[in-house]
């Protein structure tokens, strides 16, 4: 079982400082959901989770290493990473992209072994890209792209699986399904930590929450206690509807509270 | 895994059409080897070219083996070199655009030779223009990874090559423009043109160990090329080291291109073209089209250096002249009818 620990960590874009002493710790079998509004570090805070820039300050430990001495293949083995918006480059076929994530695992000039194709097939499988298989990533729409690029990032199968907003761009159904895919690795005892904009989706299917604000963490803990007005308020700049559906929190803007110098109607 | 190769028919069937493809590669570079040993200012026929493979001496023998052969061998060399060139730095960059000449190498070489050529070194030692040639790219190289070094990107390398082949060409103009020599000004712009006229056997023992070492820097980073699909972040996530990747990269283009630079001159628009042909014949991965587009390349440069022994004049056409007027309507044909791909 891996965990995954920040501890104080301070990191920086160029000169400016994004993140500032953020401290966390993840165990295997966890959904986390890491929220907050543009521009406040959620992704930088997950690229240095997932060890591609470095800390300024602090650390990010794997267990009892820190990911910073850990090689690029073994922390590619223990860490996925689904970035952003990610496209593709060259047109390749849909079984070999999603082959990309056994790059890891395999050993200089070895082809790949049974178990790499198991591995590739059951990602395949659980995103629903198996019928897309032999069809070329650039004639797929965004939706079936982003299932693909999922799929790539399972088919690594490492213990932790950072995946920063999994769900923009896809429809109600593949937002839904996504969800389900990334709860399912928990039950494995996987820890997965993702990036969510729709607050009551986050609610309902992660553990816990994390709310980010100006590059620091000001809320950790379960949902419930994570979407309360106040809290919102601050991090987001607008009121909030709340309410609970059978059982379900639901969250909805109101309006955007006025900022220096301008009203909102 | 049953399953597995059932729904991966279609790229089953690519693999197959790969292997196809680069047999009729081979094919077509045995036929044009076998041609640029019959061709030339002697005529000798069919049967004296089989003779020369006797063990009798005679002067067909040495004008195949000791003239054509070298040559054949070198259009060989240069081309695959120039084509795999081309083919990892498209895939490096993640540009159809980019070839050897993006990152400054064939200038910077194109300089060392004119240096050599503009003070009339090479009348001390054959070795003289490779050498500098080499040095040439080999310099420019270290001062691009020095530029590049703090960029993440592809433009940071693009930028600083453009930048370097900028100056080199510059170089190259002024030692044209200082020149009082009206023969030595000749006979840079001639080298420049690129050729294989004359060339040796010593010549292939420049461009065969350049070529050799060039060759498996590039086609070392063939799996962090096909991580690169997924861009840079992507690429990382996945355990590649960019920076060594692009080390290799660059040092085997320069190694490489510096050799066949040296040997022949600048040769445009193969490494250009060639991952371009190449490319409609693989599964599209960029570790797949390195071969083939070493294989295109060396089809084009062998083609090109028949056609201009069978051109009736006083002076042999000059190899970058002919690739670029023959390879650019063939390069647009086919990129109209292959409107694909990238």
């Known amino acids: ?265 | 895994m049953e399953r597995f190769r059932v729904n991966t028919s279609v790229t089953m069937d690519r693999s197959r059409a790969m292997i196809v493809a680069s047999v009729v590669m081979v094919l077509i570079i045995a036929a044009l080897v076998f041609c640029s040993l019959l061709v030339g200012a002697a005529h000798i026929g069919l049967q004296g070219v089989l003779d020369a493979f006797s063990p009798h001496d005679s002067v067909e023998k040495i004008i195949v083996l000791q003239l054509r052969l070298p040559r054949a061998i070198l259009a060989l060399l240069i081309g695959a070199i120039l084509g795999l060139s081309g083919a990892v730095l498209q895939a490096l960059l993640r540009n159809p655009l980019a070839e050897p000449s993006v990152l400054g190498a064939s200038n910077s070489a194109a300089l060392g030779g004119v240096i050599a050529l503009y003070y009339g070194l090479t009348k001390l030692s054959v070795f003289v223009l490779p050498s500098m040639a080499i040095g040439g790219a080999l310099l420019a190289l270290l001062v691009l990874l020095l530029l590049a070094r703090s960029t993440e990107g592809p433009l940071g390398l693009i930028l600083a090559g453009i930048s370097i082949s900028t100056v080199a060409g510059a170089g190259i103009a002024l030692a044209l423009n200082r020149s009082s020599n009206p023969f030595a000004m000749m006979e840079i712009t001639f080298w420049l043109m690129g050729s294989l006229e004359d060339r040796s056997f010593q010549h292939v023992w420049i461009a065969l160990p350049t070529t050799v070492i060039g060759a498996a820097l590039l086609a070392w980073n063939g799996r962090a090329l096909d991580a690169l699909v997924l861009g840079e972040e992507g690429a990382r996530s996945l355990g590649v080291d960019l920076r060594a990747v692009r080390a290799r990269a660059v040092l085997g283009i320069a190694i490489g291109v510096g050799g066949a630079v040296a040997v022949s001159g600048s040769i445009g628009f193969v490494g250009l073209i060639a991952p371009h042909l190449a490319r409609p014949f693989t599964d599209g991965r960029p570790s797949r089209v390195l071969w083939p587009s070493a294989l295109t390349g060396a089809i084009l440069v062998s083609a090109a250096d028949i056609l201009v022994r069978l051109v009736p004049g006083d002076n042999e056409l000059r190899l970058g002249v002919v690739t670029a007027f023959l390879g650019v309507p063939f390069f647009l044909a086919f990129l109209f009818k292959e409107r694909r791909n990238w």
Not at chain 1, 18 to 44: H, Y
């Open chain 1, 1 to 265: 079982m891996s965990t995954l620990t920040v501890h104080n960590a301070g990191i920086d874009l160029g000169k400016r400082h994004v993140i500032a002493d953020v401290s966390l710790q993840a165990r295997g079998g966890e959904m986390v959901g890491v929220i907050g509004a543009n521009g406040v570090g959620k992704s930088t805070l997950l690229r240095a989770m997932a060890g591609l820039i470095p800390c300024r300050h602090g650390s990010v430990m794997l267990g009892d290493t820190s990911i910073a001495i850990m090689s690029p293949t073994a922390r590619a083995r223990a860490v996925a990473y689904l970035p952003q918006g990610q496209s593709f480059h060259w047109s390749i076929s849909v079984a070999h992209a999603v082959g990309l994530g056994r790059l890891p695992h395999l050993g200089p000039l070895s082809r790949l072994s049974p178990q790499d194709e198991t591995a590739i097939n059951s990602a395949m499988e659980r995103a629903e890209v198996r019928d897309l298989a032999g069809r070329y990533v650039t004639e797929l729409s965004g939706g079936e792209r982003s299932r693909v690029l999922l799929a790539r990032a399972l088919a690594v199968d490492a213990p932790v699986l950072l995946a920063d907003e999994p769900t923009a761009a896809l429809d109600l159904y593949h937002q839904l399904h996504t969800m389900e895919i990334l709860r399912a690795l928990t039950g494995d005892g996987k820890l997965v930590v993702a990036v969510f904009h729709d607050l009551s989706l986050a609610a309902r299917f992660c553990d816990r929450l994390l709310l980010l604000h100006e590059g620091t963490l000001i809320a950790d803990g379960p949902p419930q206690q994570i979407l309360n007005s106040d809290l919102l308020e601050r991090a987001y700049g607008i009121e909030v509807l709340q309410s609970a559906i059978e059982g379900q929190t639901v969250v909805l803007p109101r309006k955007r509270k006025p900022t220096n110098g301008t009203t909102t109607p």
